[in-house]
C-alpha cells in the first residue's frame, strides 16, 4: 500500500500557531521573487545543448554527493548507484537498477536536508503524490522518465520554471568554457565563476603539467613568479568576458600571506622542480589567496573562500572514483590569524569584497560575525554543505545577526550539482529565513513591515548586489 506524499504549507515555519502566522505572511512576500543562484555546480553543458535528461538516476541520484555519501555510509557500493569507476569499469545493473536501490534506502534520508529537497522535487516538478519507497520505484523512474522525454522538462524550460534570474557555474582556471560560449543569444543568464585551485594548489597531482598547460594557453612564462600572475590575469579575464562575477576558492584552511616576490619565486621554483618542502604547499595557498585578492582589487571581480575541509578523506574511494564523491569531512577553522595577512593589505580596500564559507559553525559567533563587523570588504557567505539545512541555518541567524546584522551576510547560496533542487534549495531557504524572522517579529525586535524588507533582501536583494548581478 503505497503512502501519501504532502508537503504541508506551513513547513519549516514555527510550532507557535501565532508566531507561525506572522512567517506565513512573510514567506507570501517572497515566495515568488526570482532565483538569484550566485555559487553552484550546475554543468553549463544542459543549457548550451539543452538536451533531455535521460533518466531519474542519472538526473537525480549520480550528481548528488549528498545522497551518494549517505547510502556508501550504509554499505551500499558506489558501483551499484549508477557511479562510474575510474578505471572505466560498468556499474552493476542498469539505472533502473540504481534507482531500485535508492528508492530502498529512502528512509535513510529522514531528518536530512535531502529528504526535504527531494519530496519537494518529486511533487512539485513532477506532480507525484506518494512517497519514494521499494513498491514506487518503478512508478518514479517511469513517471518522471516520461516528464523529461518532453520538451518542458528540458534544461531551459526548467530554468524558466524555476524562475531563475542568473545562475552562476563554477570552472576551472583551465576549462575552455566553450559551454558559456555556446550559450551566447540565449535569453537565460548562466555565467562561469573562476575556480582556479588545479593551478593554485600544489598538492593537486600533476601541478607542474597543468602549470605548463596554463603557459600553453595563454603564452606566458608560469615557471616564472610575474609570468605566473600574469596567465591566471589573463584567465581572469577570459572569464569576466563571458559574464563571471566571481571567484571561487577551496583551500584546506583559511590561512593567507603576504610574501616578497623573490620567496614566491623560491616556493614556485621548488614546487616545479619537485624539490617542496614541509610546509611549502600550505605557504604557496597561503600567498596565492593574496594574489587573488590583490587582482580582485585590480578587475572587481567577487572573492569566495570555502575552507576548513579534509578532502577525499576516505583513500579508497578516492582512488576508484576521483574527487568530490562524499568522503571530506570537516575541520576547524581559524579566520581570525588566517586572514590576518590578506586583511592587513586590503581589510579596507575599496570595491573589495570576500564573502567567507565555513564547515567550522564554531567560528559564526566568535571569529566570522566579529570580522564581519570589523571590516567593509567582508561578507558570511550563507551555511554550507553539512550546514545546509533547517537546524544550520537557524543557528546562523542566531549566531551571526546580534554581531554582524543581516546586511554583512549575502542571502542563500545553493551550491548544488542537482539542478532539479534549486528551487527545492531556495524555497527552504526562505521558509527558514521568515520563521527567524517571525520570531523577531514576536518578541518585538523588529517590526513586520522591516521583517518584510530583510526577507525579500535575504530572498534576493543581497545575493544580486553582493555578487555584482
Not at 543562484?37 to 533531455?52: E, R, T
Not at 609570468?227 to 583559511?254: E, I, K, M, N, V
Not at 614546487?271 to 596565492?288: I, N, P, S, T, V
Not at 572514483?321 to 568522503?327: E, H, K, V
Request: with cysteine; net charge negative; charged share 25%.
Amino acid at each position: 500500500m503505497t503512502r501519501p506524499l504532502r508537503l504541508d504549507p506551513d513547513r519549516f515555519f514555527p510550532a507557535e500557531p501565532g508566531v507561525r502566522g506572522i512567517a506565513r505572511e512573510l514567506f507570501a512576500e517572497v515566495e515568488g521573487l526570482p532565483i538569484v543562484s550566485p555559487h553552484g555546480h550546475a554543468d553549463p553543458a544542459w543549457f548550451a545543448d539543452d538536451a533531455a535528461f535521460e533518466d531519474a538516476a542519472s538526473l537525480i541520484l549520480t550528481p548528488d554527493h549528498y545522497l551518494l555519501r549517505m547510502l556508501a555510509s550504509q554499505g551500499l557500493g558506489l558501483e551499484s548507484l549508477g557511479v562510474q569507476p575510474l578505471d572505466g569499469g560498468a556499474f552493476e545493473g542498469d539505472r533502473r537498477a540504481a534507482w531500485r536501490r535508492f528508492a530502498e534506502g529512502y528512509h535513510l534520508f529522514r531528518g536530512t536536508p535531502s529528504r526535504l529537497w527531494l519530496d519537494h522535487v518529486f511533487a512539485q516538478v513532477f506532480g507525484l503524490t506518494f512517497r519514494l519507497e521499494a513498491a514506487t520505484a518503478d512508478h518514479y523512474f517511469d513517471a518522471i522518465g516520461e516528464a523529461l522525454a518532453t520538451p518542458a522538462f528540458r534544461p531551459r524550460a526548467l530554468y524558466e520554471r524555476f524562475h531563475i534570474e542568473v545562475l552562476a557555474t563554477t570552472e576551472g582556471a583551465l576549462d575552455d568554457l566553450r559551454h558559456h560560449r555556446a550559450l551566447a543569444g540565449w535569453t537565460g543568464r548562466v555565467i562561469p565563476t573562476f575556480r582556479p585551485d588545479d593551478v593554485t594548489d600544489p598538492d593537486r597531482p600533476g601541478f607542474p603539467g597543468r602549470l605548463a598547460h596554463l603557459a600553453e594557453e595563454t603564452g606566458e612564462d608560469t615557471a616564472r613568479w610575474d609570468g605566473y600572475l600574469a596567465a591566471l590575469r589573463q584567465r581572469r579575464a577570459q572569464f569576466r568576458a563571458l559574464g563571471a562575477t566571481a571567484t571561487d576558492h577551496g583551500p584546506p584552511s583559511a590561512r593567507t600571506a603576504d610574501l616578497s616576490r623573490s620567496a614566491a619565486q623560491a616556493l614556485l621554483d621548488r614546487h616545479l622542480l619537485g624539490r617542496a618542502e614541509a610546509g611549502d604547499a600550505e605557504a604557496f595557498r597561503a600567498q596565492m589567496l593574496t594574489e587573488m585578492a590583490d587582482m580582485s582589487c585590480e578587475d572587481g571581480m567577487v572573492m569566495q573562500l570555502h575552507p576548513g575541509a579534509h578532502r577525499d578523506h576516505n583513500p579508497a574511494l578516492f582512488q576508484r572514483f576521483g574527487r568530490d564523491m562524499g568522503a571530506d569531512i570537516p575541520t576547524p577553522t581559524n579566520f581570525t590569524d588566517g586572514l590576518k595577512p590578506l586583511l592587513d593589505r586590503f581589510g579596507d580596500q575599496p570595491g573589495f569584497t570576500l564573502v567567507l564559507f565555513t564547515l567550522d559553525p564554531a567560528t559564526w559567533a566568535r571569529e566570522l560575525a566579529p570580522l564581519a563587523g570589523a571590516y567593509p570588504c567582508l561578507k558570511l557567505g550563507a551555511p554550507w554543505w553539512f550546514h545546509d539545512s533547517v537546524e544550520g541555518m537557524l543557528s546562523f541567524r542566531r549566531q551571526v545577526t546580534e554581531t554582524a546584522g543581516f546586511y554583512n551576510t549575502v542571502g542563500f547560496a545553493d551550491d548544488t550539482r542537482a539542478f532539479v533542487s534549486i528551487s527545492a534549495r531556495h524555497d527552504l531557504a526562505r521558509r527558514v529565513d521568515c520563521a527567524f524572522l517571525a520570531e523577531l517579529v514576536a518578541t518585538h525586535r523588529l517590526e513586520l513591515d522591516e521583517a518584510a524588507e530583510v526577507a525579500r533582501d535575504l530572498a534576493y536583494t543581497l545575493a544580486k548586489a553582493t555578487y555584482r548581478l
